[in-house]
């Protein structure tokens, strides 16, 4: 499968805990964004990597949340300190300069 | 502030027939608007994409309408059928620049039911 792959696809924590997510995106692309989906919604974009620099932030990522691209591969997010607020669906999508974003396929944060 | 506006929240059609959605827009900035399709448990696939220099393009059973000057554009989905039931999300970003993210601004979706 060359698609977008995330791991883990579903992840149960305790508030107060930190949570790290990982995300494959498909090999040549460049370009990989972080989104996150709450119930009843549409994705609202967190971050953007052109290879492995970090180069847009949205207002929506606190202090509390880190994301990195070394060296231009996979891709991680982390959040620390989780709240109850922050239980929803993480996207990570990938693409080339133009057109298309590819989306894998989500990994469902629950936070108790 | 709601960038994209989209409507309706839920829809039911029966098989066969034709399903609409539409999304409104705020931002004469963006120059790109794809339609996604999303089952449970899934990400968004992309199903139909259009840029504004065109008003209508169709793929195989989904066409975009696309109304520049009421910034405003639609989902038609033609012969509906029971495999199509979803969500559908709209969405807008901004490619003209050659430079930025590119990032997607989504409507807030519409579930679609399509009944036998």
């Known amino acids: 499968d060359t698609g977008v792959s995330q791991d883990p696809r579903h992840k149960i924590t305790k508030r107060g805990q930190n949570v790290t997510f990982r995300c494959d995106p498909i090999?040549?692309?460049?370009?990989l964004y972080w989104y996150r989906q709450t119930l009843g919604q549409g994705p609202e974009f967190l971050t953007y990597?052109?290879?492995?620099?970090?180069?847009?932030k949205s207002r929506l990522l606190s202090d509390r949340f880190s994301a990195e691209r070394p060296k231009g591969s996979f891709s991680t997010l982390e959040i620390q300190r989780t709240e109850q607020g922050d239980s929803a669906m993480y996207l990570c999508?990938?693409?080339?300069?133009?057109?298309?974003?590819?989306f894998g396929p989500g990994t469902r944060l629950t936070v108790l | 502030q709601q960038q994209v506006k989209q409507s309706p929240q839920s829809l039911i059609v029966q098989k066969g027939g034709i399903s609409i959605i539409n999304c409104a827009y705020e931002?004469?900035?963006?120059?790109?608007f794809p339609w996604y399709q999303q089952f449970p448990g899934k990400g968004p696939a992309l199903l139909i994409a259009?840029?504004?220099?065109?008003s209508e393009k169709k793929e195989g059973r989904f066409t975009i309408s696309f109304n520049k000057s009421a910034k405003q554009f639609s989902l038609h989905i033609m012969d509906s059928q029971p495999g199509d039931s979803a969500t559908y999300f709209c969405?807008?970003?901004?490619?003209?620049?050659?430079?930025?993210?590119?990032?997607?601004?989504f409507g807030k979706g519409t579930k679609l039911s399509v009944i036998p």
């Open positions: 999508a990938s693409s080339l300069a133009l057109g298309e974003q590819f």
């Open positions: 090999s040549e692309h460049n370009r």
């Open positions: 990597f052109q290879n492995e620099a970090q180069l847009e």
């Open positions: 931002n004469t900035a963006f120059d790109y």
């Open positions: 259009i840029r504004p220099d065109v």
């Open positions: 969405a807008a970003s901004m490619q003209h620049s050659g430079a930025g993210s590119y990032q997607l601004t």
